[in-house]
């Protein structure tokens, strides 16, 4: 069994990660982050939104469309 600090860590990653998740969606929100979008391809299209990403030839993120 696991204890002291150790124990601790996983809970106090995650609040760490979800903190830099919450400050990151507030500066997009408020426009002073946009993200970099390569490419939109609908759902159905996923196999070539795959293909896209592991071409590597794309600068941005692939977003699927539902």
Do not use: C, N, W
Not at 2 to 26: H, M, N, T, W
Not at 30 to 55: C, K, W
Request: charge should be negative.
């Amino acid at each position: 069994m696991i204890s002291g600090e150790f124990s601790e860590l996983p809970v106090a990653y995650g609040k760490q990660v979800a903190a830099a998740r919450d400050e990151a969606l507030g500066l997009v929100a408020d426009g002073t982050l946009t993200p970099v979008i390569d490419r939109t391809y609908p759902l159905a299209d996923v196999a070539a939104a795959h293909a896209r990403v592991e071409s590597r030839e794309g600068v941005g993120k692939v977003v699927l469309i539902p």
